[in-house]
């Protein structure tokens, strides 16, 4: 059974009834589930995390934004976090039995149907970008929902599917195949954030570091430590253990330990795998040799018997 | 879904059509999945290891044991593994959303059901014996078939179920709840196999190491290495990363390199998950953060209510 992750956000954050509506486009549809949703009404925004079989899923998908379009009206949105459309941004993470090239052709199939049945713009981003300055989301994001209307008679913004022109409530929308985003958190045993912010510096992409790390320093006054926080944009190019071993060495320059480090949210069990494997020393190890794999396997084997 | 894995032992290693008729009791049985199994010539024995739900897994091992009982002749049986009866041994284990205490309770169900209906002397070991000199299931196979007929007559070897008396042809069973056991080996960077002898009675129980780790030295001489190769009998007790550190620190001492280790055989995610929380000295996680294990929850969750 092949097995896409997405984690849609939606432009509204405050009112749960709403949120809910949209949800339930994806409630009791077969082979699709909610692993999880959250509102944050600061960010006036919510994510739902889906798994599911490819095509059911961005079935499912096309029906969320096609729900959010008729409840969400940007006009009157207003959040911290930066927007451009009542769908925002849908993107598609192999998990299981699933490459990153099967990925980008469900973002296609799903951005030119947004495109062309609902009239919203879609700008495909990260692996499936038509152009290099495109594969940035907070790089299509800039200018946000008010400034795209100017933006998009750009020549170099021309969205990859519907309309050259912003859909007057719903916005534009990204979609995009890309690796499972980890949030990843190092814990360092000093309340000094200039050695937080020199170790984030040292590890991350932009300024000299790892290519699939990005990192800032963070002050946790309450706790009186400091903290380097990551997002691990690709685990296995720039995997959790060696970005951890800088930091490490990084902070024993400094004379500061490190004093522990946290995962947000979900994680696939290969980012964990490859930790345990590095620090054994195992060479020869695959996810199948997991019973709980091997059973998730054997129970989607049935699941996909049954509903042929 | 609750998951309880077995990997019964049977005393026929050589003739496949009688381990496959032993296999077929287990075949396109609801809820009930063959992971693997295997025949060994030499110890004329073979191990066929299943995973299912606990009732439909205990009715299955129940014919198995009959169809061994029916196929095998101990009286005519040879192999270098120590044996002591047709079914020799079949071990419950815990997998998946069920405690060790159920999995006793289920090893008593199956030990009663062979012992009353086939006659056949049960001897409850492990987790489930009835004295701790039953535990160890090398006490008690000691003697083994043919030395039965005279052990079982002391009252301290008197079965927990079934006749006080060998079965002529089926010999005796024993059945237990236990920890899910990981074969690991560690290589050492020398082919000095007195260092490895060292290091293995420095970590295993019965000379003053880890309460859970059995280990001998081999001396991979093809390789030009020796190896430390260990049982961990339970990996959540004596976990895998301690071990792995105390090799690597003892090792250190005779200026010798670990150069690789290597895990057999499948594994509980559980077990992997705890090495690379140690590592990343992550405190607070769970095996519910794993995307996999999340999709297994929901996959199983809808086979019980479509079977319902």
């Not at 002050?219 to 959790?240: A, F, R, W």
Request: proline share 5%.
């Amino acid at each position: 059974m092949k097995i896409v992750e997405s984690a849609p956000n939606f432009s509204e954050g405050r009112r749960e009834e709403i949120v809910r509506e949209i949800i339930a486009q994806a409630e009791g549809v077969k082979e699709v589930w909610i692993l999880d949703w959250s509102m944050d009404p600061d960010h006036n925004r919510s994510v739902v995390t889906l798994v599911g079989a490819p095509e059911p899923l961005i079935e499912v998908l096309f029906k969320m934004t096609k729900k959010a379009m008729e409840l969400i009206d940007m006009r009157v949105h207003k959040g911290e976090h930066p927007r451009m459309g009542a769908t925002d941004v849908i993107p598609l993470v192999p998990v299981m039995n699933i490459t990153m090239e099967e990925c980008i052709e469900l973002s296609k199939k799903l951005g030119k149907r947004i495109g062309e049945d609902l009239g919203i713009p879609v700008f495909l981003y990260e692996k499936s970008a038509s152009a290099s300055h495109r594969e940035n989301l907070s790089e299509i994001r800039k200018g946000e929902f008010e400034g795209f209307f100017e933006k998009i008679k750009d020549p170099l913004w021309k969205p990859d599917f519907g309309p050259a022109q912003v859909h007057p409530t719903a916005g534009v929308t990204a979609v995009g195949a890309r690796e499972y985003l980890i949030a990843f958190n190092v814990n360092l045993g000093t309340n000094r954030i200039e050695i937080a912010e020199k170790i984030a510096k040292a590890v991350r992409h932009i300024s000299g570091g790892y290519r699939y790390v990005k990192a800032i320093a963070v002050d946790l006054k309450e706790k009186g430590i400091v903290q380097v926080s990551m997002n691990m944009t690709n685990y296995k190019k720039s995997p959790l253990f060696r970005v951890f071993e800088t930091i490490k060495r990084e902070a024993e320059r400094y004379g500061v330990p490190v004093i522990g480090s946290e995962i947000i949210g979900m994680v696939p069990i290969q980012a964990m795998l490859e930790v345990a494997q590095f620090y054994l020393q195992i060479d020869d190890f695959n996810v199948n040799r997991i019973i709980e794999t091997k059973i998730l396997e054997i129970l989607a084997k049935k699941l996909e018997g049954e509903e042929k």
